[in-house]
């Protein structure tokens, strides 16, 4: 089965420093990566996806990130936070089970932007 | 805008009672949408995927007589909590799979407090 760990369950940068979110993920098979922003008492917002296609991915609001197949790593990025940021971030991975893509969700990292 | 969209988004309900949570798919017909349960500070848990026109698919350890999944249209899936309890209190998320593609859709949530 596969799994997804995010490294740091709370993040706090400074607003217009450097954001990165860690993920990690195992897989026997190419994987489907996923990153999500959740803001409080609300659904899941896609941030970005990457499928097989090139190993850096530009998503939403500025972020990025950037699939390492050697390091099995797939962290977020963005070069300058803003308090808008400040949100929970979740990152995912597909996995096809009995023919339906089922997203498997690391542990989530809550983003502090401090001013 | 919003793609799926959940009803409604806070339910307080007395113990022993039922409650039933909408999901539809607003611009797309989906014939797989998911529930998730989240608990406070957690990450997302898959309970089921519901498949319209078939008897959804549960997670290891979840009750099918407890959490009932109906998914009678192409827009529509509902989970109704049969005899809540106390520890059934959760945010509860749906998500649809746009046709054609790998991206999930998640609506907004449910808050459900049972009293």
């Known amino acids: 089965a596969q799994s997804v760990t995010q490294l740091g369950s709370h993040v706090s940068v400074s607003e217009g420093a450097l954001v990165l979110l860690r993920c990690n993920y195992s897989s026997s098979v190419p ?3 996923f990153w999500y922003v959740q803001y409080p008492n609300q659904g899941l917002q896609l941030l ?6 090139a190993t850096l991915v530009k998503g939403i609001n500025g972020f990025e990130a950037e699939f390492k197949k ?3 790593s797939f962290h977020l990025t963005k070069p300058s936070a803003h308090m808008s940021d400040a949100a929970e971030y979740f990152c995912a ?3 096809l089970i009995q023919g339906a893509q089922k997203l498997v969700f690391g542990q989530g990292t809550r983003l502090t932007i401090n001013p | 805008g919003a793609v799926v969209s959940q009803h409604p988004s806070r339910v307080i309900c007395k113990s022993g009672t039922s409650v039933k949570i909408e999901c539809r798919s607003l611009d797309f017909q989906a014939t ?6 989240q608990f406070p500070k957690k990450s997302l848990m898959l309970m089921a995927t519901s498949n319209e026109g078939s008897k959804a698919t549960y ?3 979840v009750e099918k007589d407890k959490f009932l999944i109906n998914h009678a249209s192409l ?9 809540a309890h106390p520890e059934d209190s959760s945010f509860y998320i749906c998500s649809a799979t746009r046709p054609g593609t790998d991206t999930q859709y998640f609506g907004p ?4 407090t049972v009293l």
């Open chain 1, 70 to 72: 050697s390091e099995t």
């Open chain 2, 109 to 112: 949530g449910t808050r459900l």
């Open chain 2, 59 to 61: 997670e290891q350890g």
């Open chain 1, 31 to 33: 994987p489907y990566l």
């Open chain 1, 93 to 95: 991975v597909s996995e």
């Open chain 2, 75 to 83: 827009t529509l899936s509902t989970l109704t909590v049969t005899s």
């Open chain 2, 32 to 37: 797989t949408m998911f529930w998730y349960r």
């Open chain 1, 48 to 53: 970005l996806k990457y499928t097989s296609a």
